[in-house]
């Protein structure tokens, strides 16, 4: 039977990923962790400090140098086991992952998301809330978001079946939408007007810096690769990966938002809808509208 151990699992997102892999997809997952690291609380998920008789491995998106080092050196620390990887373009750490991977000698797998929601839209809850609006680079630039959902199902295919040594899978949801798009569809979720305001790059890190109170390393490490690759189009991609591998169509952003609905409060302050005023009439001439 296919036992999955996953890196970095002390990580708060990787470990909702090992609960939808464990809970939704049944697929037999153990956690790997760092020694002071917090204790995973997903029924049935044990956590360890080594690898030890597993046959598979997952990396997950590594978030710096360091990261991407102690992946490298897992990879090379394992053997036997089918090496499976989450990967991302945008990113300098995900190539230099992949390429030390594939050139490992190993069995291995890649699982690409071109844009996976649950990461790329994470910031619009308290952007909306704020202030009743979107902020973004990429003007009408599509992008092919999908739901990590869907990329656990993959992974859950994968981990069962047989043939995908050697494949690197481009996962994407139905269709490629651009943001004005995606706020819009936003909009019609939460019944009440959602605005997309379009910034120069330079306007954007500074409103994330002084608002968001992030490092601008962080902001450009972590978020700016991505809105750099929807702005240069790369991210205009669609797939019928998730469909061919799973036999299941894919979430669309209307159907994601939907499930991620109570994420957005029912109703604004009075505070925000003034900010919500405020921050519209400074930007007014930023407003892009879908279609």
């Known amino acids: ?84 990887f989450i990967a991302t373009s945008a990113h300098a750490q995900d190539q230099a992952v992949m390429e030390h991977m594939k050139a490992s000698g190993k069995t291995w797998t890649i699982v690409r998301p071109v844009s996976m929601m649950d990461v790329s839209l994470a910031a619009l809850p308290p952007q909306v809330a704020m202030g009743g609006v979107v902020f973004g680079i990429s003007g009408t630039k599509r992008i092919g978001f999908v739901a990590a959902s869907d990329i656990m199902r993959v992974l859950a295919v994968i981990i069962a079946g047989q043939g995908h040594a050697g494949q690197e899978y481009v996962c994407t949801g139905p269709e490629a939408v651009d943001m004005p798009t995606v706020v819009a569809r936003l909009s019609q979720v939460l019944g009440r007007p959602v605005d997309y305001i379009d910034l120069p790059e330079p306007e954007m890190k500074r409103l994330m810096v002084q608002y968001g109170r992030q490092d601008p390393g962080v ?47 029912r109703r604004q302050s009075l505070a925000q809808r003034a900010t919500n005023t405020l921050v519209k009439a400074r930007y007014r001439d930023r407003i892009l509208s879908s279609g």
Not at 229 to 253: K, Y
């Open 219 to 265: 902001i450009e490490r972590l978020v700016m690769g991505h809105l750099r690759t929807w702005r240069d189009g790369l991210a205009d991609v669609v797939t019928t990966t998730v469909r061919d591998l799973t036999g299941q169509e894919p979430l669309s952003v209307t159907q994601w938002f939907a499930k991620h609905r109570d994420d957005y409060p």
């Open 1 to 84: 039977m296919p036992r999955l151990l996953v890196s970095n699992g002390d990580d708060r997102f990787v470990g909702k990923l090992i609960e939808s892999l464990a809970i939704k997809n049944g697929v037999d997952v153990t956690a790997l962790v760092a020694p002071e690291g917090f204790v995973l609380d997903v029924p049935g998920v044990a956590s360890v400090t080594e690898p030890g008789d597993q046959t598979h491995l997952l990396l997950t998106m590594p978030i710096d140098d360091e990261a991407a080092r102690r992946a490298i050196d897992l990879i090379d620390a394992v053997d036997g086991m089918h090496l499976l």
